[in-house]
Nanobody, 126 residues
Framework: QVQLVESGGGLVQPGESLRLSCAGS????????IGWFRQAPGKEREGVSC????????TYRDGVKGRFTISRDNAKGTVTLQMNSLKPEDTAVYYC???????????????????WGQGTQVTVSS
């Protein structure tokens, strides 16, 4: 079955960093737009960042731009989310997803379709 797999989550203190990775099971992610999302307990899932499949243009939600960086490793066929200066409000389960298109426009609506990973837990706490 086609699926995405996230890795790299963990428990860190405020101000520390984590690097999340998204990989396809049996396929590379170099051709598609890939989005990162997160969901904290009791809250709706929200978009964090997206990288396009055609030109690797990127978008970030308010509050993470300047701290988070999304990038693609074409050789490995993976997408990473480098998270620096982490804050307690970043605590959530982080998911990656694709709608199999080249574009990030409308990526906040991907919950209705596409392919999602199982998530990786990020906890930021003193």
């Amino acid at each position: 079955q086609v699926q995405l797999v996230e890795s790299g989550g963990g428990l860190v203190q405020p101000g520390e960093s984590l690097r999340l990775s998204c990989a396809g099971s049996g396929f590379g992610l170099d051709r598609f737009a890939i989005g990162w999302f997160r969901q904290a307990p009791g809250k709706e899932r929200e978009g964090v960042s997206c990288i396009s499949g055609n030109d690797d243009s990127t978008t970030y939600r308010d509050g993470v731009k300047g701290r988070f960086t999304i990038s693609r490793d074409n050789a490995k066929g993976t997408v990473t989310l480098q998270m620096n200066s982490l804050k307690p409000e970043d605590t959530a389960v982080y998911y990656c997803a694709t709608d199999w298109s080249f574009y990030c426009a409308g990526y906040l609506l991907w919950s209705d379709h596409g392919t999602w990973g199982q998530g990786t837990q990020v906890t930021v706490s003193s």
